[in-house]
């Protein structure tokens, strides 16, 4: 029976790790992310330097996976493999979409929405989303000392204001 073992492979060669070990008679999976960017879309691991390799425990040896090329080792806690939850890998297949990419989606921020920042430097203050600046950064106009300036932030620091003014359905809960 096949159990699965995280491989850490060497700086942008996950690909290459996964080819080599399948090449070898391993079954290999990398999860990868669809990025889509202003010009072009990137596909990329979804656990930079990280994938995955089924190992039949009796049957097959670790040694060849750790000399394949690509590969740095295999992850174990102190002289033993820790094998991945089966759990794990079926939840990460299941939010694969139809071509096998996890999507990253968009905060869901339109511009002109209101925006509360709630971590950093202006932690508190409320913005306006002006727009998305990559994957992980956003571009909001802040209103500070009675004039507007831009700022840059980790997508993280922002949040939607919800308007509170047309009623419960707006926010998702209920009526009681």
Known sequence: MNTWFVVHSKP???????????????SAYLPRLLRRGRWTDVVEP??????FVAVDVGQQSFGPI???????????????????????LAA????????????LE??????????????GPF?????VFQSEQGADRVRVLLELIGTTAGATLP????????DRSIGPFAVGVSPT
């Open 155 to 162: 997508s993280g620091f922002v949040v939607p204001v919800v």
């Open 106 to 119: 968009s905060a869901g921020m339109l511009p002109g929405d209101r925006v509360r920042i709630v971590a």
């Open 66 to 88: 750790r000399s394949t090329r690509g590969v740095c080792s295999v992850l174990r806690f102190g002289q033993h493999y820790r094998p991945v939850p089966p759990a794990l």
């Open 12 to 26: 942008r060669q996950e690909l290459m790790a996964q080819g080599q070990l399948e090449r070898q008679g391993y």
């Open 123 to 127: 932690e508190g203050l409320e913005a």
């Open 46 to 51: 979804l656990f930079p330097r990280y994938l």
């Open 92 to 103: 990460l297949r299941k939010r694969e979409g139809d071509d096998g990419l996890h999507v």
